[in-house]
């Protein structure tokens, strides 16, 4: 018997938040998404607040974690359930840790040449999740890299797919979690959310 990885998905950039919610409800309604990064367009702390606070309970209310690509004291202020970090320095990383854990979550997206370098000192400072993938990614990289890391390390991985048929591959890496990106609030959202959980449930996790 197998574990199956949840679904975590990924928004478009936000800049007003009554526009995008009537989608975001429409995808967290259709189907037992785990979490969702809610990425946030460029604003001051107010505006990021007021976004967080409008749409994290549309997800929240499903049962999925929300995570921002803000400041930590404003997910914390806005309610949302931790941040999302990309490729953060040393410092900008142990801050967000001493700021949210144990409460909340601290998720880091790892790329470039150091990757596997910058995912193991993520991985050791304990960090809530590792991502893998996303828009500029290959994807024989991304299966490569979570095959790696959900196969050695503890820290639960979250890969990214481009697109629909790579759900099944990455899934079957052992990753904890497939992640949908911004493609999939392309047209309807909840039909992509039932069908990417169709194919989770169904793909069996490769052994060595």
Not at 61 to 75: E, F, I, K, R, S
Not at 107 to 129: P, Q
Not at 164 to 191: C, I, R, Y
């Amino acid at each position: 018997m197998t574990d199956t990885a949840r679904l975590y998905l990924v928004t478009p950039v936000v800049s007003d938040a009554a526009t995008f919610a009537p989608a975001l409800e429409a995808a967290c309604g259709a189907g037992e998404v785990a979490a969702l990064l809610l990425r946030l367009a460029p604003a001051d702390d107010r505006a990021q607040i007021n976004r967080i606070k409008q749409l994290a309970p549309l997800a929240q209310q499903h049962g999925a974690a929300v995570l921002v690509d803000a400041a930590p004291q404003a997910a914390v202020r806005g309610g949302a359930d931790g941040v999302h970090l990309t490729a953060p320095d040393q410092e900008t990383l142990e801050q967000a840790l001493e700021t949210l854990q144990p409460d909340r979550v601290v998720g880091v997206s790892v790329a470039g040449a150091e990757l596997r370098h910058d995912a193991m000192v993520a991985g050791e400072a304990n960090v809530d999740y590792l991502m893998f993938g996303g828009p500029h990614q290959d994807d024989a990289a991304t299966l490569e890299q979570a095959g790696w890391w959900a196969g050695v390390f503890a820290t639960p991985c979250v890969a990214c797919a481009s697109s629909m048929d790579q759900v099944g591959p990455l899934a079957a890496t052992g990753a904890e979690f497939v992640a949908l990106g911004p493609w999939a609030f392309d047209g309807d959202v909840a039909a992509t959310v039932r069908q990417a959980l169709q194919i989770l449930a169904s793909t069996e996790v490769a052994t060595a």
